[in-house]
Every structure is written in C-alpha cells, then in structure tokens.
C-alpha cells in the first residue's frame, strides 16, 4: 500500500516561514508529479504549487516569489517552502502525489493524498 505522511504545519506570525514535508512509502514504481494543495474556511480546495518529476515546477498566483516547492526523488519526498507567510495563507494544507504503481499484469496512475497540515498565519 502507498501512504503520504505530512509534516511542518504549525502557528507563525505574519511574515514568518514554514517548511512543509511530505514523503510517500509503499510499493510504488514511480511518483510522477507531486504538489501541495490547501482549503481554507469556506474556500473550496485549491493548488498551491506543484512539481514534476523532473522538476518543472507551477504556482499558485497567491503563492508566486514567496513560496518554493522542491522534491528529492530517491526519497520520494515533496517540500514546501513558506516565505512572507500572510494570514490569507491560513489553510490546512494537503500533499498530493500522483503515482504508477502495478496492478495484476498492468499498471496505472493514482492520486494519493496527505492527512493534511494545519497553517495558522497570525496578524
């Protein structure tokens, strides 16, 4: 079986930073692109940032020159760098990873997702 398990979330002040982490175990063949996700109250769920395996990456407008996602793939391992963090930015943030894994004598692309990490930005 494949699990996400998240890490960093916390409480910071406005203009603080945090480093999220999300690493993938299981049987797993190759994770392709990964990324952060994050619902705030009464928002629906939205991208933050993502990353393909080979490191392109894409942003959110809202998370543009302050944030910064990086993987390390011998660790299966997706980071989220949080700069000049916002109260706006108060979410509970979701890993997602987008993985091929083998089924009976094929395989296919599956999304797995985090249990979620709480972000409290304080003004």
């Known amino acids: 079986q494949v699990q996400l398990v998240e890490s960093g979330g916390g409480l910071v002040q406005a203009g603080g930073s945090l480093r999220l982490s999300c690493a993938a175990s299981g049987i797993i063949f190759r994770v392709n692109a990964m990324g952060w996700y994050r619902q705030a109250p009464g928002k629906e769920r939205e991208l933050v940032a993502s990353?393909?395996?080979?490191?392109?990456?894409n942003y959110a407008d809202s998370a543009k020159g302050r944030f910064t996602i990086s993987r390390d793939n011998a660790k299966n391992t997706v980071y989220l760098q949080m700069n000049s963090l916002k109260p706006e930015d108060t979410a509970v943030y979701y890993c997602n990873a987008k993985i091929v894994r083998y089924y009976g004598s094929g395989s296919g692309e599956y999304d797995y997702w985090g249990q979620g990490t709480q972000v409290t930005v304080s003004s």
């Open positions: 990353i393909t395996s080979g490191g392109s990456t």
